[in-house]
């Protein structure tokens, strides 16, 4: 699904009106009655109580119209007029007309307004709709705008935003002041960035995209880079297997990783791999740790190499590891190196290599922090799979940066480097070096622990080997890895769930996907 930024919309918007000759009125039109929709399919009482706060735009003339149509439905509608009927203009002040002449109370807040009063109504209401700002916000809430805020944020009831909470910055989701904090967001046409990434996803609570009748010509010739990763993507990398397939038919995966101590991190990338289709997997690790693997991962082959004298992979294995490398179908590399010296030694020169895809995750993107170009002659052939901190890394930049712009920070690593990136966490990112960019929806704060971006990586490796390209080995693994962890949520908790169970997952939640997909007819 397309995904958009308030300036890519309001071209969309600009394209369905002067170039199409939609008129506007039709499309705000559209936009209340979506509204109305998603009240009843909510809301079951045949005389509710319900407050609206229009701003003077755009979006509180869909306000207006939802006004109206609820207040013909029987329901007890007051509107409330964050700014002076005079500075209501075009549809806006259109729709403010009619609902005067159809009788539905307007009640004006102004600098000499009892706030006490216009909360209280609030209060006592069974929904709230904030038509206050859409996606066009620029500049912070406070003052009267702010107790308007406030006000809404006080009704017991169903909270419900038009297009974006207001208050959020429809770009980056970063509140802007005082912010409304909704129940659900009928969100017009397409998705907006700002809700979908965090914190702005906790501010417009469950996300319902209405159709406002925006004809597909409208967003033609729109540059829109940006995309949610839905289920479609897995049913063509996870056909029916040949009946004569062999395990030869389904990649090797060589998995570079380990050190004392860290050696669960290899054995998990291994077994995920396995899960997710791989037909070999060989864990190439420190010599020492051999015995320990074989017995507890018995589907996966190892190779010892040469170690250091602190159990971390030594540059003496570089030649063993060229070998290994040649014969396999894609490379994992990365946890639970370390970063010792000869450890990252190791790994930046077989990431100079060229020819063969590879997933690079944990230690192995330390080692070449602030050295992206290091990757540029290996093409579009690596992944990146870095959490926040690793990125700040990699980028010579601060954590709260990396935060502060997810996507703008993927996508410049991806164009840096020439790989596809994958910057994790809520909602994660997966951007191209073409510019393009992808936002997952699925996983929850359960994976915040040990291990999961360890399974994540063996999982985008099987799918490289097995001959995916490193695009959609990323999207789907993403896809797939965060449907395993909310499968695995809700086996148990969130809080006691581990990257051990997530393995368990992996299977179930595909069959599942893929069955779905195929009653769809996707």
């Avoid at 996508?411 to 809520?426: D, F, I, M, Q, T």
Wanted: some cysteine; charged content about 20%.
């Amino acid at each position: 699904m397309i995904l958009v930024t308030p300036s890519q919309m309001r071209e969309i918007d600009r394209r369905a009106i002067e170039g199409l000759g939609i008129p506007s009125m039709v499309l705000m039109e559209n936009a209340g009655l979506s509204l109305v929709e998603e009240v009843g399919n909510r809301l079951t009482g045949e005389h509710l109580r319900i407050s609206i706060l229009c701003g003077p735009g755009n979006n509180g003339g869909d306000g207006m119209v939802a006004a109206r149509h609820l207040h013909d439905r029987g329901h007890e509608v007051m509107v409330f007029l964050a700014a002076p009927r005079s500075a209501f203009s075009g549809d806006a002040r259109v729709q403010l007309r009619i609902i005067g002449k159809q009788g539905v109370p307007v009640r004006v807040i102004s600098a000499g307004t009892n706030m006490e009063r216009v909360r209280k109504r609030f209060e006592e209401s069974d929904l709230a709709i904030d038509a206050l700002f859409g996606t066009g916000l620029q500049r912070e809430i406070d003052g009267l705008f702010a107790e308007c805020v406030r006000a809404i944020n006080s009704c017991p009831g169903l909270v419900m935003a038009v297009d974006i909470p207001s208050g959020l910055n429809g770009e980056t989701g970063i509140p802007m002041g005082e912010t409304v904090t909704a129940d659900v967001t009928v969100t017009l046409a397409f998705p907006k960035l700002g809700i979908i990434l965090f914190p702005g996803a906790d501010f417009a609570g469950e996300i319902v995209v209405a159709d406002i009748g925006i004809p597909f010509a409208a967003v033609e010739g729109t540059p829109l880079p940006g995309e949610l990763i839905g289920p479609g993507i897995l049913r063509p990398l996870f056909a029916p297997r040949w009946g004569d397939s062999h395990k030869g038919t389904y990649g090797h995966l060589l998995v570079c990783s380990g050190s004392t101590g860290k050696i669960g991190a290899g054995i998990l990338a291994a077994k995920a791999a396995l899960r997710t289709g791989a037909g070999l997997v060989t864990l190439a690790l420190p010599s020492s740790a051999i015995t320990s693997v074989d017995a507890a991962a018995i589907e996966v082959m190892t190779t010892p190499l040469p170690e250091t004298e602190v159990g971390s992979l030594s540059t003496r294995g570089v030649k063993a590891l060229e070998k290994l490398i040649r014969e396999r179908d894609a490379l994992a590399i990365g946890p639970g190196l370390t970063v010792h010296e000869e450890t990252t030694g190791l790994v930046r020169e077989i990431l100079s290599w060229p020819g063969f895809p590879a997933v690079v995750d944990a230690d192995a993107l330390n080692a070449i922090a602030g050295g992206l170009e290091l990757l540029k002659p290996r093409g579009d052939l690596t992944i990146l799979t870095p959490h926040p901190g690793e990125m700040a890394r990699l980028m010579d930049i601060s954590l709260e940066a990396v935060q502060a712009d997810r996507v703008g920070t993927a996508v410049e690593c991806s164009r840096n480097s020439g790989c596809v990136v994958v910057l994790k966490g809520a909602r994660t990112i997966v951007a191209s070096p073409d510019g393009k960019y992808h936002v997952n929806m699925t996983g929850n704060p359960g994976m915040a622990s040990a291990g999961t971006g360890d399974v994540l990586t063996g999982m985008i490796g099987a799918l490289l080997a097995r001959g995916v390209d490193p695009l959609n080995s990323a999207l789907a693994s993403v896809y797939l890895h965060g449907l395993a962890g909310d499968a695995a949520a809700d086996a148990s908790t969130e809080h006691s769930m581990t990257a051990g169970d997530l393995l368990e997952f992996i299977g179930p939640t595909l069959k599942d996907t893929l069955k779905n997909s195929f009653l769809n007819g996707e």
